[in-house]
C-alpha cells in the first residue's frame, strides 16, 4: 500500500503470522528485496543512476496463542562472524505492550 507519511510517499506492507516462525525476520527482509527490487526493474535503465527508492514498512501483525520468543532483528539470526563485518541497517519487530494491544480491534 503507497501511502504518505511525514510529506514522504512510503510502501507499507502487512504481514499477518498467527505461528512463530524462526524465519520470519529473514522473511520480512525477503519482501522488502523484492519489493526494492521491483522498484529498480520498473526504472527506466537511463534513470537509474538516479532513482530515489520509496521506503517500505513491513508490519508483521502476531495473534498467536504465546508470546513471541524468536528473533525479532536480522541480526540476531547471522553467525557472529559476519556481523563484525557487516554493516547493514536491521529493523527490529516491535512486541506490543497489553495496552498497545487494545487499541487495535483483532
Not at 529473514?26 to 521491483?38: E, F
Not at 530515489?52 to 541480526?75: C, M
Not at 557487516?86 to 498497545?100: D, K, R, V, Y
Request: proline share 4%; aromatic share 10%.
Amino acid at each position: 500500500m503507497l501511502t504518505v507519511v511525514d510529506g514522504i510517499s512510503v510502501l507499507i506492507a502487512i504481514e499477518h503470522q498467527q505461528r512463530i516462525d524462526d524465519s520470519m525476520c529473514k522473511r520480512v527482509l525477503t519482501y522488502d528485496h523484492a519489493t526494492y527490487n521491483q522498484q529498480f526493474n520498473l526504472c527506466d535503465v537511463n534513470k537509474r543512476q538516479c532513482l530515489h527508492f520509496i521506503p517500505v514498512v513491513t508490519i508483521v501483525i502476531y495473534t498467536g496463542e504465546s508470546y513471541w520468543i524468536k528473533p525479532i532483528t536480522i541480526i540476531k539470526l547471522k553467525p557472529k562472524a559476519f556481523i563484525k563485518i557487516s554493516n547493514i541497517s536491521s529493523p527490529q519487530l516491535h512486541i506490543l505492550t497489553e495496552m498497545e494491544k487494545k487499541t487495535f480491534y483483532f
